[in-house]
């Protein structure tokens, strides 16, 4: 159970266009969801807290009008990156917990992430 | 505030043998969950193990075992029995009551079976 799906697993765009990165709970509703960016050899970091129904709640210095995050149903989030940059290129990842369960002892479902490369 | 520490980028270990990957955390809330992740070449994220902060006993599960030592604020990952599929990224991570639960990683550590 909780599986996590995200999609796609691989995007390769051009400089100033946008692209959406789906993230689906398939067997559970998640009021709750995270992305994550990870860099080559490096930790995931935060990058923005999507709320079902409401705002995200991004970390610092992440630009809000550059990562627009939409958590419109229970099961999917979307992480849309526009007018993307090479510096853009990365690794994305979202997580989430079923709703009712969100504590600080439960785990995160990964999805498989999304691996963006901008050129 | 929340922070996780690992200070090992790179281990190597024999096969067959155990090996422990270190993590520290600090941390204000007296509630928390520790976890471990691995991270295979193919990117994903693997749920390995959890311990909680009034938890008693160290966490098992299967060939891995969570060091717990609350007073040094250290939760160290032991996997017994190396095998060569173990070959990964694994990350300390802890999720408390800030900002909506949300789960901070360490920096990682490589580890690398040997044959």
């Known amino acids: 159970g909780a599986v996590v799906s995200q999609h796609p697993s691989r995007v390769i765009c051009k400089s100033g266009t946008s692209v959406k990165i789906e993230c689906r709970s398939l067997d559970f509703q998640a009021t709750t969801m995270f992305w994550y960016r990870q860099f080559p050899k490096k930790s995931l970091m935060l990058m923005a807290t999507?709320?079902?129904?409401?705002?995200?709640?991004?970390e610092q210095g992440v630009e809000k009008d550059k990562f627009l995050i939409n958590h419109a149903s229970l099961t999917l989030s979307t992480l849309t990156v526009t007018s993307a940059h090479p510096e853009d290129s990365s690794f994305y990842i979202c997580?989430?917990?079923?709703?009712?369960?969100?504590?600080?002892?439960?785990?995160?479902?990964f999805g498989n992430g999304t691996r963006l490369t901008v050129t | 505030a929340q922070k996780i520490t690992q200070t090992q980028p790179g281990m190597f270990v024999q096969e067959k043998e155990a090996v422990t990957l270190d993590c520290t955390y600090d941390t204000s809330d007296p509630s928390y969950g520790l976890f471990w992740y691995k991270q295979p070449s193919s990117g994903e994220m693997i749920f390995l193990i959890y311990q909680g902060s009034y938890d008693q006993q160290n966490a098992t599960e299967g060939r891995y075992s969570l060091n717990f030592q609350k007073a040094r604020k250290s939760a160290n990952l032991v996997i017994s029995a190396s095998q060569l599929g173990d070959s990964a990224m694994y990350f300390c991570?802890?999720?408390?009551?800030?900002?909506?639960?949300?789960?901070?990683f360490g920096a990682g550590t490589r580890l690398f079976v040997k044959a």
């Open positions: 997580s989430a917990t079923p709703a009712g369960v969100t504590s600080y002892n439960s785990p995160l479902h």
């Open positions: 999507s709320n079902e129904g409401s705002k995200a709640t991004y």
């Open positions: 991570a802890m999720r408390d009551h800030t900002g909506g639960f949300k789960t901070i």
